[in-house]
């Protein structure tokens, strides 16, 4: 089970022809589900709209991306003297993806601030309001019950209104509309922003028993270097539209050379180990993952 992406080339211009100009230029990655991953980069770099053609709400010009068995897939379509043929390209994109539906229902997306996107008079009914179009089935309300108890929330808040809850409970809810699709990966754009460190630690807790209960594939698309750090195994980096990066976090952010040259902020627990350690302290850089970590590293190295 996987999320493979090959040749991906993406345009928001209308016109298709050769002066296009691409928001994603050959895309090529595989996911699998045992990483938690992180897509980074500075805002314009691709990353929302990477999220939205793995999902189908967004289709590449050309490419392919196949998630499990589902599969979209555009071949550039050549003339005789081997240009694109741009005629051909835009009558392929005319036609609508055959049970897209089926692809989003593997695909969970969490917009950035989806509490905004809240709008039913009660909790369950916001939470049903999705599954309920796209299944006919006798299992919604067991589907939507069981999506409130994997983000903590109980039977009690089930007549209330979404709009009288907390900041950290309404993203609960929200996250709970999308869980109720039972989608095999989950999909969050800047999931901390707006959160405080409770909210967020308990966000980061629902992810982590998705992750390894429920066999979810977890991509987090995120400018939170300390979440990368302490929370992602996997990072690729975009920019200019391109993947120029593709490691684990630590090789990522020990990359002196690149993390100066691509403007990417280090994580405050890392920033201040490496500061530590300049200073003449052994901190072992490999341990440091958070406050917490880097507090023993420091206890360590003075014993």
Not at 70 to 76: A, E, G, Q, S, V
Not at 263 to 285: M, Q, R, T, V, W
Request: aromatic share 10%.
């Amino acid at each position: 089970m996987s999320v493979i992406v090959k040749d991906l080339f993406f345009s928001y211009d209308e016109k298709i022809n050769k002066k296009m100009k691409y928001v994603l230029e050959d895309i090529n990655f595989e996911y699998d589900k045992k990483d938690i991953l992180a897509l980074i980069g500075k805002t314009g770099s691709g990353k929302s709209t990477l999220i939205q053609t793995l999902n189908g709400l967004e289709n590449q010009f050309s490419g392919s991306v196949n998630v499990d068995d589902f599969i979209i897939d555009y071949k550039l379509i050549y003339k005789n003297d081997n240009q694109i043929n741009y005629r051909k390209m835009k009558s392929l994109h005319k036609k609508k993806i055959k049970n897209i539906i089926d692809l989003r229902k593997k695909v969970g997306v969490v917009f950035q601030f989806p509490e905004y996107q809240l709008f039913e008079n009660t909790v369950f009914d916001d939470v049903s309001y999705g599954v309920k179009r796209f299944y006919k089935d006798d299992k919604i309300d067991e589907r939507v019950k069981n999506a409130l108890e994997l983000v903590g929330i109980d039977s009690s808040y089930y007549d209330k209104s979404p709009f009288e809850l907390s900041g950290g409970e309404k993203r609960r809810i929200a996250l709970a509309g999308i869980l109720a699709f039972e989608p095999n990966y989950l999909i969050l754009d800047e999931p901390t922003v707006g959160l405080d460190n409770d909210s967020k630690n308990n966000l980061l807790n629902i992810l982590t028993k998705l992750h390894n209960d429920n066999n979810t594939g977890i991509i987090i698309a995120t400018h939170d270097m300390d979440l990368v750090l302490n929370f992602t195994n996997r990072a690729i980096v975009l920019d200019n539209h391109k993947i120029i990066k593709d490691t684990t976090p630590l090789e990522l952010f020990l990359d002196d050379e690149f993390i100066k040259n691509s403007n990417l902020e280090l994580p405050i627990s890392l920033k201040a180990a490496i500061y530590l350690k300049n200073k003449g302290l052994n901190i072992d850089l490999t341990k440091v993952k958070d406050a917490s970590s880097l507090k023993d590293e420091i206890i360590r190295c003075k014993r």
